[in-house]
């Protein structure tokens, strides 16, 4: 059991590394796949077995989607813009695609500062043979964590350290990874909901003015939502909706970087 859930953390560690790299520094198109993020697969590797470096490598892949979407600012930009549209009312424009391509873009933008410093103070060292992979991914995991507690709340901290029944640490750098990493989705899921609330209200209040106008002159053939959908869009575009709430949302964590 102790060597399975080693195995678990160490391939969480690698996907991080990959996250972070993959999504916002590109590999090198020269590099070969045996030397990926420095496991060495073949007769003169160092350390584990072929087989576990596999394992490892296959449960990172699989961990890699999951590490993109809730260990990243993509959590809270694909919810709000999911809100958004809802409360516009157009169903399914923008598209899926097209919101989750957005959000990603964004989240490139605003992990660069953590992926280049994992690059250079991880992937660096470990390409040139100066550090060993197990130290690698221990620098993979302190600046992504660093970064996560800036969005974190206290009280979700404390309900995971319950949950794990560890004691209160003295400081922040003490907290360890399998606490922060859902104390930070809790965190983001709980920020999105309010400000996708906040999003909703003035669209509500167009609604609700025009159920009332079409209930008063007896238009019931008509759905309400039809009629009040071209309004709330010419709305949200004389206000430059999108530039507004993408401003907001990139102010929000370039705040927190602060």
Known sequence: MNVLRRSIDAATRIALLMALLVTVLPLSAQQSADSLLGLRFGPGS?????P??????????VLLPAVVMC????????????????????????????LVGLSLFLT???MQPVAQRIYQDAYQPLEQGKIGVAEALEKTTTPLQSFLLKYTRE???QLF???????RPNNATEL???????????????TSFQIGAVLFLPFLVIDLLVASITLSIGMVQLP??????????LLFVLADGWTLVISSLMKGFLGGLA
Not at 46 to 50: K, L, R
Not at 76 to 98: K, Y
Not at 161 to 167: D, F, G, Q, V, Y
Not at 224 to 233: C, D, G, R, T
């Open 224 to 233: 309400p939502v039809m009629i009040s959908a071209p309004f709330k869009i």
């Open 176 to 190: 360890p990874f399998r606490v922060v990493a859902p104390a930070y989705v809790l965190s983001e899921l709980q």
């Open 108 to 110: 490139m933008l605003l």
């Open 52 to 61: 576990i470096q596999i394992v490892l490598l296959l449960t990172a892949l």
């Open 46 to 50: 160092t350390g584990v077995s072929i």
């Open 155 to 157: 009280k979700d901290l």
């Open 161 to 167: 350290l319950e949950i794990a029944r560890l004691p």
């Open 71 to 98: 260990l990243t600012p993509f959590l809270r930009l694909v919810v709000v813009f999911h809100f958004l549209r809802q409360a516009l009312g157009t169903q399914t424009t923008p598209s899926n695609q097209v």
